[in-house]
């Protein structure tokens, strides 16, 4: 029986059941985190030997003869560049190894683009009357935080089961001089975990942007990570573009944050030749180089992109159980007919929407239930979701145990909550 099938004296004796069990858990105290997405300390260790794969000084000779010990080669040491250019399947030409944070390489972007302009712009983005970007919804609060940091509006187009609304994408930025960019996360998307079909893809390479120097931003973050087996495939974006005269469009990125060590790793940046040459032309002030000693370690530790599919299988050996205990839990609400959530096959995270109205409460109680989730709104820019029902979940840092404890206390929470909105007499809309 459904919540809005329960006759009301039964729900009120279902929600007085539910309070006393939600005390109780508030009385032990805890502090689980499932607030982002950060490798468990298992998946930290599947790399700790990383670490001794460098100890001499003839360790440390890239293939080409250079020391990686020294200034220069600011674009990476080739044989890093060889590995990404076959996972992201771009000439190695138009790959960059940068620091540890492909996030930083997005802003960087961005930020040049706001001083400089792009290789196709008439002038900086900042001397614009406005910057505006595209945000599919629900997605990445950081990718957000770049834009209200620089100024730049967003506007929000719904995510799909094949990415995001092409109609609307394709209608902004053909009208629009002032949209300059989208962000995009295509395979395993956060948080919902959808891969865009290859239709989508093939929409993005066509557009016709009204502004020559309109950017595609694409987080390719988890292009490898599924967790139920081989990672799903996928039209490349860098040569569908090529076929429509629009090589410059896309700017994609990758990182080993959640392959190596997210505090230590490799942040990618792959783009067209134009693209690249300006991103290098800026790059030569800004830094003699990144860290080569660490893109050698990489290299040195997987040797090559089929041992970091291999890698892959054993990160997805940890996550999938972490996965399976969230969902488990969450086909409990299904009877109820109060959530609804995504499945997803990889990635890092799930995706449960609620009634409207309900996720802000649900994330203040379970904070004082102590249980740490990513706030409701953040998956929306300015952290505000104009239905109050969508909330992130990141399985993957407590432990399985603590998980399905935190999970536990969510549902409960998630019950508690639509249960007080069905019998207070407020119209309840669901997911």
């Given amino acids: ?34 607030s982002r997405g950060k490798p468990g300390a298992d998946q930290l260790a599947l790399t700790q030997d990383m670490l001794g794969v460098i100890s001499a000084p003839e360790d440390c000779i890239a293939e080409n003869g250079f020391d990686c010990r020294n200034y220069g080669l600011p674009d990476g040491i080739p044989e890093a560049k060889r590995i990404f250019a076959e996972i992201l399947d771009v000439p190695i030409k138009n790959i960059i190894i940068g620091g540890n944070s492909s996030l930083n390489l997005m802003y960087d972007e961005i930020a040049r683009a706001m001083l400089y302009g792009t290789c196709d712009s008439h002038k900086p983005w900042s001397r614009y009357d406005s910057v505006t970007f595209i945000c ?16 730049i509006n967003m506007i929000t187009v719904p995510m799909t089961g094949d990415g995001p609304d092409m109609d609307a994408v394709e209608e ?6 002032s949209v300059k960019g989208i962000w995009c996360v295509p395979k395993y998307s956060n948080p919902e975990g959808i891969v865009y079909s290859d239709d989508t893809i093939r929409r993005f390479a066509s557009l016709k942007p009204k502004a020559r120097d309109f950017r595609i931003f694409w987080d390719n973050a988890y292009i490898i990570h599924s967790i139920n087996g081989d990672p799903a495939c996928q039209l490349n974006l860098f040569t569908e573009a090529q076929k429509y005269g629009n090589d410059n469009l896309p700017l994609i990125f990758t990182s080993t944050s959640k392959i190596s060590f997210p505090g ?57 159980p972490k996965f399976e ?36 409460r649900v994330y203040t109680m ?23 029902r969508n909330l992130r979940i990141a399985p993957t840092y407590p432990s399985t145990a603590e998980l399905k404890t935190a999970v536990e206390i969510l549902c409960l929470c998630i019950r508690i909550v639509s249960a007080e909105k069905h019998i207070s007499g407020i119209p309840y809309t669901k997911p």
């Fill in 1 to 34: 029986m459904t919540y809005a099938q329960m006759p009301p004296a039964i729900l009120t004796e279902e929600l007085a059941d539910l309070r006393r069990r939600y005390n109780d858990y508030r009385a032990m105290k805890l502090n689980l985190d499932m």
């Fill in 136 to 151: 599919p919804v629900p997605g990445y609060d950081r990718h957000f935080a770049i834009c209200e940091t620089m100024g």
């Fill in 172 to 177: 902004l930025v053909s009208r629009d001089e």
């Fill in 264 to 320: 230590s790793g490799l942040a990618v940046f792959a783009a067209s030749d134009a693209n690249i040459a300006q991103t290098k032309k800026m790059m030569s002030v800004m830094t003699i180089g990144y860290d080569k000693l660490n893109q050698l370690r990489h290299v040195r530790f997987f040797g090559s992109a089929a041992c970091i599919y291999e890698h892959m299988k054993r990160h997805a050996e940890i996550l999938r």
């Fill in 325 to 360: 205990t969230v969902l488990d839990e969450f086909e409990k609400l299904r009877p109820l007919d109060i959530a609804e959530w995504n499945r997803p096959d990889g990635g890092y995270f799930i995706s449960i929407n609620l009634g409207d109205g309900c996720a802000s």
């Fill in 366 to 388: 379970t904070k004082d239930a102590g249980v740490t989730l990513t706030p409701a709104g953040a998956t929306f820019p300015y952290g505000k979701d104009p239905r109050d």
